[in-house]
């Protein structure tokens, strides 16, 4: 059986203008495209909100807060640079870089990695696991997100972003 991707036609960033674009579903939403369907959610009538959002984001979408989302996101993107199968991105999807191309990384793009390999050390096992599952589910084809799971990437994001916030503390008390 040839596996599919699971995709999702919306109307994304053209208001009054039909133009549907396919995105790929994946279990953690770009947070651009999350912030572009809130926006949208606020435009429709109270009814009709709930049911539009709920359609379109995902489980792990709707438990984490956006600093959480986004951090999970960082770290996802700083897993496949390492890989070296990804692209050095600004989260908003406008500029990406191929690292597999030979082309070299800024130095902000080295400064989030040298971050994310701090934080990488701090982190339990178990925290590693969820979140090496969740990146290996946003490159696979097929993929089910359960209640635990969702609520083990929810105790992942809050590790990681606490480990996070208190080595930027102790860079910034030393810088």
């Known amino acids: 059986m040839k ?60 438990a984490l807060t956006d600093d959480e989302a986004l951090g999970v996101e960082c770290w996802l993107d700083c897993e496949e640079i390492l890989q070296g199968r990804a692209a050095s991105s600004d989260f908003n999807g406008s500029s990406r870089v191929s690292a597999s191309r030979g082309m070299t990384l800024s130095d902000d793009d080295m400064d989030m990695l040298k971050m994310h390999a701090a934080v990488k050390k701090r982190l339990a096992p178990h925290h590693l696991r969820t979140l090496a599952v ?4 946003m490159q696979g084809r097929d993929w089910l997100v359960t209640g635990p799971f969702i609520s083990q990437v929810q105790s992942a994001a809050k590790a ?7 080595l930027q503390n102790a860079l910034d008390r030393v810088g």
């Open 3 to 62: 596996a599919t991707r699971n995709m999702q036609f919306d109307n994304i960033a053209t208001p009054g203008a039909p133009v549907w674009r396919g995105r790929r579903c994946v279990p953690l939403t770009c947070h651009d495209v999350r912030m572009e369907l809130v926006a949208q959610a606020a435009e429709l009538p109270e009814h009709e909100r709930v049911r539009y959002l709920s359609e379109r984001l995902t489980g792990i979408d709707k």
């Open 134 to 137: 969740l990146g290996a589910m």
């Open 160 to 166: 990681l972003g606490r480990i996070h916030a208190g």
